[in-house]
């Protein structure tokens, strides 16, 4: 899209009906790193891309759990994902304070669309840039919602989010049909294989991806770097030859890192 | 035709004029509610009386009330707060309700709502003058449960408001058992609420059983139970007083 006179207010209508600012907003979560959630009947798996500054930082977190029952993942503007996700946080044990029962994970999202709908409807506010995926467990069984800064949601079987995340969506349109029966270490596996879609050509280490799971009588919580690395270790051999091999990767990946790397030429530092 | 334009006292602890907007002494009181989880879930038995002071001025009142589709609510004490708690609870389920998404609200979920709200008025000194009793099935788990006017909240297999925590609970003490049916159930409450006709002043015979399962909530139409007033002891009662005291 191009500018145009109708993109400086959000409260501003184009002749043809669109929000320009709420549209580039969207544009802000297709700049972030990859966020990937898929479920089953009892179980949501969440993955994230690890994306550092520089090799000096340590990696931006981009999930977070909300509650013993409801984890997000986010893409695009970090910090107005760290406020919403506080806000997700709040909202869940105010709830299970009043009445001592986990908060139904389907109201958690609408009342965070209609937050995000009010600021695309006031002048002195801007949209939240960041897109949420939502995986949460209630009384009607496991759920992966996508929150936009429309202030739209959705509900999906499975769901990326994020740059080059069309790989990873078209490898889960291949596989989705059978998620709800998955078995937890399938959706797992299922999860990082979508993961290594976005990595395109990068060999997949524990140490690039962040993963959490959710379940019937399990909590959430963040897989550590062993488990990670067994289950890819599963399906991607890194025999000690390649090791030389995969140092000159690193660096070939770092440089381009430090001028923006394929496609993500004008990432501004907040966008992680 | 007078109007009353409402007046802000300020502060109802500090100020004197104010004592007249907060709860002092109950007026229209309920006495006890009894009630006790059976095999299938929950039996709630009370009487129908509402007393002023000494009086039983009120031989009609309601006192256990169907919430949403899985609790029953029994009130003792004011009448009048009863009435407004099921103006709160109404609300709360009316907005369950409106979300339309498969999630209801559970006895667990009311009974804490209430202690919150119960803790939450003791605290500014103007008490709700109720002790509420909550019971309930959802899932197949049966739930009951107590709060108090000062927030005491708990849950329980048999409880009891008023008079009936010193002469139901012992009763249900030694006879409750988990798998009562709910022949057993209803004749194990009447034992307690026959109890409580002869000893409570403020006990009517005209009550309402009311049973909730998972199927849902039923209230029995009101009735009486059989007494007996021939005891020996109760002919000729003034035999034994000699002289005064």
Known sequence: MFRNQYDTDVTTWSPTGRLFQVEYAMEAVKQGSAAIGLRSRSHVVLASVNKAQSELSSHQRKIFKVDDHIGVAIAGLTADGRVLSRYMRSESINHSFTYESPLPVGRLVVRLADKAQVCTQRSWKRPYGVGLLVGGLDESGAHLYYNCPSGNYFEYQAFAIGSRSQAAKTYLERRFKSFNESSREDLIKDAILAIRETLQGETLKSSLCTVSVLGVDEPFHFLDQESIQKVIDTFEKVPEEEEDGGEAEAEAAAAPAEQGGAGDQDVAPMEM | ?245
């Open chain 2, 1 to 245: 035709m007078t109007f009353t334009i409402p007046i802000d006292n300020g502060d109802a602890l500090k100020n004197a004029e104010a004592d007249s907007q907060r709860t002092l002494y109950p007026y229209v009181t309920g006495t006890s509610i009894v009630a006790i989880k059976y095999k299938d879930g929950v039996l709630m038995a009370s009487d129908m009386g509402g007393s002023y002071g000494s009086t039983l001025r009120y031989k009609n009142i309601e006192r256990v009330k169907a919430i949403g589709k899985h609790s029953l609510l029994g009130a003792s004490g004011e009448i009048s707060d009863f009435q407004e708690i099921l103006r709160y609870l109404d609300e709360l389920v009316l907005n369950d309700n409106m979300w339309d998404d498969g999630n209801s609200l559970g006895p667990k979920e009311v009974h804490n709502y209430l202690t919150r709200v119960m803790y939450n008025r003791r605290n500014k000194f103007n008490p709700l003058w109720n002790t509420l009793v909550l019971g309930g099935v959802k899932n197949g788990e049966s739930y009951l449960g107590m709060v108090s006017m000062i927030g005491v909240s708990f849950e329980d297999n048999h409880v009891a408001t008023g008079f009936g925590n010193h002469l139901a609970r012992p009763i249900l003490r030694d006879e409750w058992r988990a798998d009562l049916s709910f022949e057993d159930g209803v004749k194990l409450l009447e034992k307690c609420m026959r109890v409580l006709l002869y000893r409570d002043r403020s006990a009517i015979n005209k009550l309402q059983i009311a049973k909730i399962t998972e199927e849902g909530v039923t209230v029995s139409q009101p009735y009486s139970l059989k007494t007996f007033w021939e005891f020996q002891a109760f002919h000729n009662p003034t035999a034994g007083a000699q002289g005064s005291w």
